[in-house]
């Protein structure tokens, strides 16, 4: 069949459908799945999947959406795949939203990936209205929106002054520090300290077994 129509009034249920045209001015149940070229029409759609080249309808209800161009008022869908674009009207529930710039009003979605994603104000506008307006707010978007600059190229560019380096404390010289505290605790007590050449070992003092006494190197 090169065009199925569906007029209004009238409920239609089919297994699946395959054809070139479908216009759906009533109610349309499709257990597995349509397959056309274009889809139109003011009525309701529930089906398993759709797939179509160009999808315009009021309502339409489904596990998946296949798709270049996707308008409609209503759109239940876990997936929605629109190569193009995807504008919806009134309400827009889904899981995922794929397609090149998505146009909503009042949606419920888990996860977008868009080139560009528009949101109208909810208003009860038709769906020409709704892409004119779509346009119309992508256009000013683009005409005023300030550009973001990820680098300043034409900043004045200042180097930072280095730092004088701290110069580094001297070494605490421990045997320095223990003579200086001999001398001044020998000072105090009334002693003088005095160098004598030698090595500890040869200027100790000798004990003489005869009288007992220690006899300390001449200085």
């Known amino acids: 069949m090169k065009t199925v129509y569906i ?51 009021n309502d339409l209800e489904t596990t998946a959406v296949f798709c270049k161009r996707l308008v409609a008022k209503r759109v239940q869908a876990p997936e929605v795949f629109a190569s193009e674009s995807a504008a919806v009207s009134c309400f827009l529930s889904s899981a995922y939203v794929e397609t090149g710039k998505l146009t909503v009003a009042i949606s419920e979605i888990d996860e977008v990936k868009a080139d560009e994603v528009v949101n109208l104000k909810p208003r009860k506008r038709g769906l020409l209205r709704t892409l004119l307006a779509s346009a119309l707010l992508s256009f000013w978007t683009k005409l005023f929106a300030t550009p973001v600059r990820a680098n300043a190229l034409d900043a004045e560019y200042e180097p930072a002054e280095a730092e004088e380096p701290t110069p580094a404390e001297p070494a605490v010289d421990e045997e320095l520090n223990r003579i200086i505290g001999l001398y001044q605790l020998s000072k105090a007590s009334g002693y003088t300290l005095r160098l004598i050449p030698g090595t500890p070992t040869e200027n100790a003092p000798v004990l003489d077994l005869n009288t007992h006494e220690a006899l300390r190197p001449a200085a």
Request: glycine share 12%.
């Open 7 to 57: 007029p209004k009034g009238e409920m239609v249920s089919y297994e699946s459908i395959t054809t070139d045209h479908l216009v759906v001015h009533g109610y349309l149940n499709v257990a597995c799945g349509i397959k056309a070229k274009t889809i139109s029409g003011n009525g309701i759609i529930t089906a398993g999947t759709v797939s179509a080249d160009s999808i315009r309808v």
